[in-house]
DNA sequence: CATGAATGAGGATTCATTCAT
DNA sequence: TATGAATGAATCCTCATTCAT
């Protein structure tokens, strides 16, 4: 009645994204099974009928949670490495937008991943994301490989793109856990170890095990 | 008649063994807060009570499996890596056992330790064994630095040794995850990894963020 | 049809009082621990989450209804007992009112009275009852005592009117477990051994032990 | 062998001593609910087999215990109070008895008494000490009366003895709970209530409830 | 739309009690 | 005799989820 436009929903998705708010504060305070809807519902200041209502079940709502924050996340690093530089440049850009957006949700996003990767409903929601995560970096290897007249099998390349992808887990798990940490900082040790490590793998040098 | 029972009234040490053994493969199976006490007893074969007389609260049931499984593999990765050998020598077999060690007790070790991260009231027992791993790792760099005459800052190093720890747990989760895959190569791969970025490092070379 | 549903949906302070009453019944009945919070619920005509909601643990619940029962006798004796009143009317109006209410009470008050002093967790709270009961006889002494031009040491008194409270008590008990027997007659006989007993006292007669 | 006699069973019996003072030493310290028969078992330094095979069931335990600690102080009032003396005298030193004998079983008897009170499985067994109790004091009452050429109907007689002596309890509970205070003291406390106000009775002096 | 009232279902934990050695 | 091993049976309590207003 207010105004001319049609829409008088905006409000819905209002109440949901304040639920989400509180959704992702309760789940990393308590941890996926130790969060109850009743104090979610009341850290939304909404009933929990409406919770239902609007985000359906406890674990729908999880699922909600990590979708929004993946997605924010992945939004982040994608619009910081833009496939047309460099891959060094790529690297070192998204890595920074990860312990960035890390360090700006601390206790929302790194302790739902926490959560999610321990909770089998959620693993596949999470794999799905790593694996973008994976896909993208193999991604940047890949490209800065070919760049130098080399290639290397797919396979190993995910393998490589997995251990960097889970270190950098790691060390977001580590700043999560110390609020005085610098995140740029953390992106920047990671990216030693990872462009260091990986340079030397993409220019062709192995470590081979010994022969026994 | 003397040796035709079944099953029944073993000495407490090798009751406790059974459970502990029921406890990780149900824990693995189900997560920490889905495995129900009446499964662990009915998967180890014995009466509920029982697993409370000789192990206790859920809770601490957990942490023993947490402790044994944690204790067997320090083992195996410290008989590995004797201190006399030379640091990459060191790094290898440490990595080649954690590996053998996580292969050949996926369903167990492995999802256990995934489990742990998520519950907080186990987060310190984890931290701990963490923290274990990567003062051993931390250990090996600074040798090798300083046989080659270099130093580094200690938090610099600990940093380094805890992402090439976190990439370790993360190749590990993947192992644990495909059982096709074979433990010793995913090794190899993870040893170049560490190997070829620690080295670098540890040669002085570093890789500088552009200046903006 | 608007009147025609039995009995569901009722505001929070009925279900309250419908609970209380069912507690009382069954702790009575039962006794504290023999009691479970499934009969209750049960006899409530109401699920047991219900009770758990609104009255909290067991042991909470209990107190709840010490409570309730200890405030109505408390107030039934003390609107008989009006502190203007000379001391002996006093005694004889709150005597009966006690007797009074127990008689009306059987199975609630007399029996969680008799639970009540068993279990320690509720020693605090029903000492305090008592030490309530005691300090107000005692007052009626020290007054009856007063308007004699007499005085006697402050812990001598309250020693008398534990025991005459104590006597109370005992009397309540036979009370509740003799349904024929009457309230008002009691109270004449509590009264008897009391007063007569009480006034010697005041009177500066006493008793003394045989020099042996 | 050692000696002639052909009794070996000793040893039962004081065994089964043994397990009764560890019996009460732990239902007193626990109340009857939360003893368990483990720790009694335990505190006994015997295994529980044992104890079932000596005293039978929990409730058959606690019967036990009940028996002989009433006998004990029955036996102790009895052996004070003998019938020849005259009345006061055998109030008197039935008093003195009974307060000095829970003076010195002060977490024993004491506590047993008022975890008895409590379950409705001892209540018989309690009732009936309770009532020898209570015939006694009456028939100490009745001699004094008839000693002075009254009589009063034996009910009404009942009723003050039942309040004499809950009057008396009352003070032993309070007793029990104050290691400091002295017995006797509290036993000349006693009297002077129980005889002042009894005398005046037997004298024919009662007290009228008010005609409204 | 919004909520207080209500519950089915299930899980941890404890104990008295009894075999089998 | 004496005991370690073993369990059936309860009981408390919590929570996700849904009506009825």
């Not at 970096?137 to 290397?152: I, K, N, P, Q, S």
């Not at 030397?200 to 470590?207: A, N």
Request: aromatic share 8%; proline share 4%.
């Amino acid at each position: 009645m207010s105004s001319g436009s049609t829409f008088k929903r905006l409000p819905r998705a209002v109440r949901e994204q304040q639920m989400l708010d509180a959704a992702v504060r309760v789940f990393s305070r308590r941890g996926y099974h130790a969060a109850s809807m009743d104090e979610i519902a009341e850290d939304a200041g909404i009933s929990k009928p409406m919770v239902y209502a609007y985000l359906g079940t406890k674990e729908e709502l999880f699922v909600a949670c990590l979708h929004r924050e993946g997605t924010r996340m992945m939004q982040a690093i994608a619009a910081a490495a833009a496939p047309e530089l460099p891959a060094d440049e790529r690297l070192w850009r998204g890595l920074r937008a990860f312990f960035g957006f890390v360090g700006a949700h601390r206790d929302g996003w790194a302790v739902l991943y926490r959560q999610a990767r321990g909770e089998q409903p959620f693993a596949g929601e999470l794999a799905t994301m790593r694996a973008r995560l994976v896909e993208v970096v193999a991604g940047m290897l890949d490209h800065a490989l070919r760049a130098e007249g080399r290639e290397v099998a797919g396979t190993e390349l995910e393998v490589v793109a997995y251990a960097l992808v889970g270190a950098s887990e790691s060390l977001a798990d580590w700043l999560a856990d110390h609020p005085e940490a610098d995140p740029e900082r953390t992106a920047t040790r990671m990216m030693n170890v990872a462009w260091l490590g990986a340079g030397q793998l993409l220019r062709g040098v192995t470590w081979q095990p010994p022969q026994r």
